[in-house]
């Protein structure tokens, strides 16, 4: 048997807070089953919240969530809308092809 070296994964501390969240939910073993990361590091990540449970020292991590602008806020706004409208759009012309094409198959 040879052993596969698996590739350093790294997570932002936003993604670790809210896997430990989803973890108390449902459960270790189903959270890291949804995510795809090993039980052994979501219960690290478990352990490390108890030892320090007033202080969210899994999101000061270097990767943790970052406070920007109102300016760049309402650019993503902006941008999420449009794509929201598109999606929208998308999803009314599979809506009508889906009707025509139910019609035609009768």
């Known amino acids: 048997m040879s ?5 350093k994964r790294q997570y932002t ?8 969240r989803l973890a108390d939910s449902v459960g270790g073993h189903e959270a890291a089953r949804r995510l795809g990361i090993p039980i052994a590091t979501l219960s690290n990540w478990s352990r490390r919240r108890r030892k320090a449970p007033g ?16 300016t760049d806020l309402e650019a993503e706004n902006s941008r999420l809308r449009k794509e929201l409208a598109s999606a929208r759009l998308d999803v009314e012309i ?11 198959s009768r």
């Not at 501390?13 to 430990?20: P, S």
């Open 55 to 70: 202080q969210e020292s899994i999101a000061s991590a270097p990767n943790g969530p970052v406070r920007r602008s109102p």
């Open 13 to 20: 501390g936003e993604f670790k807070v809210e896997a430990v």
């Open 3 to 7: 052993e596969e070296t698996v590739p």
């Open 94 to 104: 599979l809506r009508k092809a889906t009707a025509y094409f139910a019609k035609g």
